[in-house]
């Protein structure tokens, strides 16, 4: 493991206590990273173009770490936009500082400035992915976070000869922010993207030398593949012909193992699948393609393409090739998302909040506010909101007003159920203005939630994958239409539900999850389709400190960057 190796050298130069004693001296306890942020031409789809990235590469750089790690990672600056870096998934117990998103948790990193993102990883082991928590930047500024389990400690599953990251994205051939500020302009939705990525690859493009991705296996070996979707607004079908993919892990949690043709994944989930390599020699495609159950809502409908290439195969054989679901295939996505279990072992158990403190209900869907200015639009604007607030993000973060008690930054009246009651996912009312404000919902410490997200049919009902900050939780219930407490409560799985970080809520339905609320700070809950971020698609908790010992928030590190 030539990363850790490295690790250890370099800690050893900084001559800081980082390693622990013999005898794993080359394991290292606090892993140093150094993120340069600067923009790289890059050439993709045959044409050029300048794009934010980390250290030069697209995608960016993997973090490795194990469990019970210290991750200390320095990032710098030197592109014109405003930045910051969020470790999706990441716990960040008492250390909301580090968690990302820009003016919630922090102020970003302007041109020049530096800031050290210090935190543990404390109870979690499995792929999640950092990425870029401010304007669009997410499409290009992404990685892995692989956390190994603790020195020793096997995996629940068998153990895999190799393991292989596969992370998808979308790729435009104009600039990001180009597109999501023209579609700000015209209140309309931002253009689709021009192509998927496999590993930053879209696949054989015409009129182009790409080839796509090669993922090399050997006959006979068992790979475990960490997939991410960094896609900034489409969930995916991924697929490998020929080959089924065994599901084992899903946002840093254990699952039983799922044997699947057909994985779905959703911006900003992860899913770690085994694969044995038993077809002995070949070349089999692999394809990543867009689920969309709304039909008036335009995705790109380009599938990426990579191969799974056996060692002793020729390049000049033929691929055996497999057919995508289509984008509207809900039973296929229906039947995966159904069958997710937690793992729930001894080791492993699922802690479901068995009672509840405070139940909630929040809508999620879209909406259409006066813009007199967009022309395109007629004079309207999409939006979206969560029980109809539309979020209007501050101009320092809510962490810091928390913490330094600054007034007039939030308020804490965000409704914890829908200020109007209506047919959700009927007919929607004639009115679909918004209400705009930055409120919060507080929450005492260890206090239980139960919040069920419903979709609405807003303009159109929709899937939205919703992400939590802070906290994973347990995925006790989902249906279509309108959630009915005292009939669909009655079905919750309170003993082996999927624990995760972000959940799709289903288009022209509900899903219910539970957390307990053990993590004192100021957490975003949003949308992961950036479109619906920037539409207003978001709000957050605040968590009380308690009044134990290590149940405060931590102080600001003192490079927090200020607004
Ligand atoms: C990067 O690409 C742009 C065109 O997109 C070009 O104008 C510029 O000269 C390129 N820069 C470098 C260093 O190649
Ligand atoms: C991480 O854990 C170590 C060891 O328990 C502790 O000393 C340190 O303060 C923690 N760091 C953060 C940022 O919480
Ligand atoms: C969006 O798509 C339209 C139509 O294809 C095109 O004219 C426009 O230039 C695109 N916008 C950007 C920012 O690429
Ligand atoms: C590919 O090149 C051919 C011939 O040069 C041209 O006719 C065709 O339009 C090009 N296709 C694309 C997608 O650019
Ligand atoms: C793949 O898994 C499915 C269950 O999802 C099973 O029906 C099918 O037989 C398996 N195919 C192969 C090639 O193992
Ligand atoms: C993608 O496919 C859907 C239907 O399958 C279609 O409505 C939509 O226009 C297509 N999008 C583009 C950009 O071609
Ligand atoms: C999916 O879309 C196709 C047209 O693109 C349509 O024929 C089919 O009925 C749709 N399937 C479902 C399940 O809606
Ligand atoms: C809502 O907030 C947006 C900025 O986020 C602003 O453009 C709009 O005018 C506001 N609308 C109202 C009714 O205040
Ligand atoms: C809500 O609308 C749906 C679709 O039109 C309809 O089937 C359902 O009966 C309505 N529910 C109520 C409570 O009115
Ligand atoms: C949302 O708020 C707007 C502005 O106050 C109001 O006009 C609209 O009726 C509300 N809609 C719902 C569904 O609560
Ligand atoms: C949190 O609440 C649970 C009961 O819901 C209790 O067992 C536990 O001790 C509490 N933890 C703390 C740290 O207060
Ligand atoms: C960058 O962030 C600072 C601090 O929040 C803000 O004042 C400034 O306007 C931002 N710059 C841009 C280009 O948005
Ligand atoms: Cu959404």
Redesign the pocket.
């Known amino acids: 493991m030539g990363k850790q190796h490295s690790c250890w050298f370099r800690a050893l130069f900084l001559l800081s206590v980082a390693c622990i004693s013999l005898p794993s001296l080359v394991e290292c306890r606090v892993r140093h990273y150094k993120f340069n942020v600067v923009m790289k ?1 890059t050439t993709r789809l045959c044409s ?3 794009i934010v990235t980390v250290n030069g590469k697209f995608p960016g750089p993997t973090l490795y770490a194990r469990e019970d790690d210290t991750v200390i990672v320095k990032v710098v600056n030197h592109v014109k936009y405003n930045v910051s870096i969020h470790w999706h998934g990441v716990r960040q117990i008492r250390t909301g500082w580090a968690d990302g998103p820009a003016y919630i948790t922090q102020c970003p990193l302007q041109t020049g400035q530096t800031y050290s993102y210090n935190f543990n990883i404390t109870g979690q082991r499995g792929t999640l992915l950092w990425h870029a928590h401010i304007l669009w930047l997410r499409a290009t500024l992404h990685g892995a976070i692989v956390i190994l389990p603790k020195l020793g400690v096997p995996y629940p599953f068998p153990k895999p000869d190799k393991e292989l990251v596969v992370i998808l994205a979308e790729w435009w051939k104009s600039d990001t922010e180009a597109v999501i500020n023209e579609a700000l302009k015209s209140g309309l939705a931002p253009n689709v993207s021009d192509a998927h990525t496999i590993n930053g690859h879209p696949g054989p493009v015409p009129n182009c030398s790409s080839q796509g991705y090669t993922l090399p296996v050997e006959g006979g070996k068992t790979y475990l593949l960490r997939i991410i979707n960094a896609a900034l607004n489409e969930e995916l079908f991924f697929k490998i012909a020929k080959h089924n993919l065994t599901v084992v892990e899903v946002d840093a949690t254990y699952v039983k193992p799922l044997e699947t043709d057909t994985i779905v994944i959703a911006p900003g989930q992860t899913t770690n699948a085994l694969i044995t390599a038993e077809r002995k020699t070949g070349k089999y495609l692999i394809t990543a393609s867009p689920f969309m159950d709304t039909p008036i809502v335009a995705t790109d409908n380009v599938t990426a393409t990579a191969t799974l290439h056996y060692s002793g195969t020729l390049a000049s054989s033929s691929t055996t090739l497999t057919i995508p679901p289509p984008r509207n295939a809900t039973s296929v996505s229906d039947k995966f998302t159904n069958s997710l279990r937690s793992l729930n072992s001894k080791k492993y158990p699922a802690k479901v909040p068995k009672t509840v403190d405070h139940k909630l209900l929040f809508t999620a869907g879209l909406g259409v506010n006066p813009c007199p200015t967009c022309k395109a639009g007629n004079g309207s604007r999409a939006v979206a909101s969560m029980n109809n607030i539309t979020f209007v993000m501050p101009t320092i973060a809510l962490l810091q007003a928390h913490f330094f008690n600054i007034s007039g930054v939030f308020t804490t009246d965000f409704p914890s159920n829908p200020p109007t009651v209506f047919n959700y996912t009927g007919t929607p009312p004639a009115n679909m203005a918004t209400k705009n404000g930055t409120k919060v919902y507080r929450l005492p410490y260890n206090a239980t939630v139960e919040l069920v997200l419903q979709d609405t049919g807003m303009i159109a009902p929709e899937n939205h994958p919703i992400h939590l900050h802070g906290f994973n939780f347990f995925v006790v219930g989902r249906g279509l239409g309108n959630y009915n407490a005292r009939k669909d409560s009655k079905s919750f799985n309170l003993v082996d539900p999927v624990e995760r970080n972000t959940v799709g809520v289903p288009s022209g339905g509900w899903t219910a999850i539970r957390f307990r609320a053990d993590n004192p700070g100021v957490w975003f809950l949003h949308c992961h389709l950036e479109v619906h971020t920037t539409w207003g698609l978001k709000m957050a908790f605040l968590v009380d400190n308690g009044k134990g010992p290590n149940e405060s928030l931590l102080p600001p590190p003192s490079d927090l960057p200020k607004c």
């Open positions: 031409n050029s173009k300048p």
